[in-house]
Each structure stands twice: as structure tokens, then as C-alpha cells.
Nanobody
Framework: QVRLVESGGGLVQPGGSLRLSCAASGSFFSIGVMGWYRQAPGKQRELVASCSNGGSTNYADSAKGRFTISRDNAKNTVYLQMNSLKPEDTAVYYC??????????????WGQGTQVTVSS
């Protein structure tokens, strides 16, 4: 049993920065990969960045060089630092975590989403 809560979204001008946070709480054994996804109106949800339990990271091409994902395992929290934001980054951003909560009991959990709007 786990709850993921995102924060940090908002309205920002092109070229600006935001930092998203996602904290996991509840009852569970362990958390594997954590990641950030986004979904714009009329578009499929897409992976932005992910981070393994050991710290290995992966980025979408659109995020490379601008976004940084990081993780604090002690706090069960994942972050997404977004710099040089562009209008095409506008979307609802969702946190995802692979969670194990029992013997042969595991699956993906999703946060409620936080809106990021990049506009002048």
C-alpha cells in the first residue's frame, strides 16, 4: 500500500525553471524504478525520465540537457529539476513507482499529477 504525492507544478515563462517532487508514503517492502511521465491534451502519456533504486537514470531525448532526475531513497522521494522550459513542455506530469508490498505482490503506482504550463 503506497501513496504518491506530487508537488511543484505551476505556470512559468519560457526559459524558466521548476522543480517537481514526488514523495511515497504508506506500507510497502521496497520501491524499484521511479519515474516522471507527462501527458499533454490529445497525446499519449510519455516517459520523461526515470531513476533506478541504484541511481541509474534515463531521459527522453526532449529532456536531455535540460532536465535532471534525482532520488532520495531515505525519504522515498524523487525529484525532477526542469530548466530552460519550453511551451512544448506543457503537460500534466505524473510520478510513477514500481512497488513491492508482499510476497509476489508488486505493481506500478501513480501519483495524481501536477500541471506544468509554460507560456508567455
Amino acid at each position: 500500500q503506497v501513496r504518491l504525492v506530487e508537488s511543484g507544478g505551476g505556470l512559468v515563462q519560457p526559459g524558466g525553471s521548476l522543480r517537481l517532487s514526488c514523495a511515497a508514503s504508506g506500507s510497502f517492502f521496497s520501491i524499484g524504478v521511479m519515474g516522471w511521465y507527462r501527458q499533454a491534451p490529445g497525446k499519449q502519456r510519455e516517459l520523461v525520465a526515470s531513476c533506478s533504486n541504484g541511481g541509474s537514470t534515463n531521459y527522453a531525448d526532449s529532456a536531455k540537457g535540460r532536465f535532471t532526475i534525482s532520488r532520495d531513497n531515505a525519504k522515498n522521494t524523487v525529484y525532477l529539476q526542469m530548466n530552460s522550459l519550453k511551451p512544448e513542455d506543457t503537460a500534466v506530469y505524473y510520478c510513477n513507482a514500481a512497488v513491492t508490498w508482499g510476497i509476489s505482490k508488486s505493481g506500478d503506482y501513480w501519483g495524481q499529477g501536477t500541471q506544468v504550463t509554460v507560456s508567455s
